[in-house]
């Protein structure tokens, strides 16, 4: 399993920023697929989930209509989009696979989001 985060960098406040996690050796179409971030000195935050057919989605009330997560099962991938940035949203995002059980058993390398003002 290898899972690519990519799309970090560095934004002004109020900017977006689109991420992209590109998944490998696994059936892509049969998992919900989750964002995580954190922050220096924070615990890790689940910022979104998708299912595995993109048919439902859930949101961190921090981010709850300014950020956007999105899957294309045709190309292995889970997005985030993220507007309306905030000095806050500063963080390394992580991809994760999520389990049947509720758990996520796979983690990406983390892109860093850097949101200045």
């Known amino acids: 399993v290898q899972l690519v985060e990519s799309g970090g960098g560095l934004v002004q406040s109020g900017g977006s920023l689109r991420l992209s996690c590109a998944a490998s050796?696994?059936?892509?179409?049969?998992?919900?697929m989750s964002w995580f971030r954190q922050a220096p000195r924070k615990e890790r935050e689940l910022v979104a989930t998708i299912t595995s057919n993109g048919g439902s989605t859930n949101y961190a009330d921090s981010v709850q209509g300014r950020f956007t997560v999105s899957r294309d099962n045709a190309k292995n991938t889970v997005y985030l989009q993220m507007n309306s940035l905030k000095l806050e949203d500063t963080a390394v995002y992580y991809c994760?696979?999520?389990?049947?059980?509720?758990?996520?058993?796979?983690w990406g390398q983390g892109t860093q989001i850097t949101v200045s003002s």
């Open positions: 050796g696994f059936t892509f179409r049969r998992y919900a």
């Open positions: 994760s696979r999520k389990t049947a059980w509720g758990s996520h058993d796979y």
